[in-house]
């Protein structure tokens, strides 16, 4: 049994199908972490989250940016946008189920390998979360996703304040500051208030800002952390962090790693993806 982190697929099925091929990826044997963006930009969104639904758990997904985007979009609490390739996933005669299963997947995983454990969120953890409140803040954003007023809650999510993260935030601007660390953060400065200004590589921050990752004093730094969103950052392959978005839908490359005994054994796999989009806003 061979467990694996998936970097954003972003609707492109066919590089994902490549990719399981080539990894001999068997289901009932084998478990894989994607690692949110299952959607939107690429062509074929919608077998995307059919094979992943039909993975019954071997295809262990997480929700992106994009993701949270297409449940906003379908229960009318956000306009397309004209770059959006998700019209087949809303006229689907089972877009229903499909979406339904959407709502289900977590803001963040924690997997266990060799007695060690694997973290595993779309863009990024705050410095001053530990691994336990990440998983336990997600939570709270599953269980409003998961409630009968989702709509509401997709309505209000929307927004880059509060920037700073405190224990004390409540309702909306509570959920939102989470939705935003673990699905859209890149940047920070270094008192930890996010950046939303920049998708640039690292090495281009702007003045001011670091990379989550890199901020002084990060709870998380001890463990393996493996997140994607960052495509400008490409691969990124440290003892504690694992960046695996290395540009599918842009012309880059669909990244797997696969794990050995234990999380410091890591094998890179990846299949070269045509373009199905140009970078830019």
Known sequence: ?????????????????????????????DTALLLGDLVNRGPASLC???????ADGALLSLLGNHDLHLLAVA??????????????????????????WLREQPLARSHSCGGERLLAVHAGVLPSWSAEQTMALA?????????????SFLRAMYGNEPTRWSDGLKGCERLRAIVNALTRMRFC???????????DAAS????GLLPWFDLPGRRTGGQLLAFGHWSTL??????????LDTGCVWG???????????????????VACPQAQAPGK
Not at 48 to 54: E, H, M, Q, S, T
Not at 189 to 199: E, I, R, V, Y
């Open 1 to 29: 049994m061979a467990l694996y982190c998936i970097g954003d697929v972003q609707g492109c099925d066919q590089a994902l199908e490549r990719l399981l091929a080539q990894i001999d990826f068997s289901p009932s044997r």
């Open 48 to 54: 995307v989250l059919r094979r992943c639904k039909a």
């Open 75 to 100: 229960a009318g609490a956000r306009a397309p946008s004209r770059r959006d390739t998700l019209a087949e996933v809303l006229a689907a005669p089972d877009r229903h189920t499909l979406l339904a």
């Open 139 to 151: 939570a709270e954003v599953q269980d409003a996703l998961r409630g009968p007023g989702h709509a």
């Open 189 to 199: 400065a270094p008192d930890g208030a996010m950046d939303f200004s920049s998708n």
């Open 204 to 207: 281009q921050a702007p003045p």
């Open 234 to 243: 490409g691969k990124l392959d440290r003892s504690d962090l694992l960046g």
């Open 252 to 270: 880059g490359c669909l990244s797997a790693v696969r794990f050995g005994e234990h999380l410091a054994q890591r094998e890179w796999l990846q």
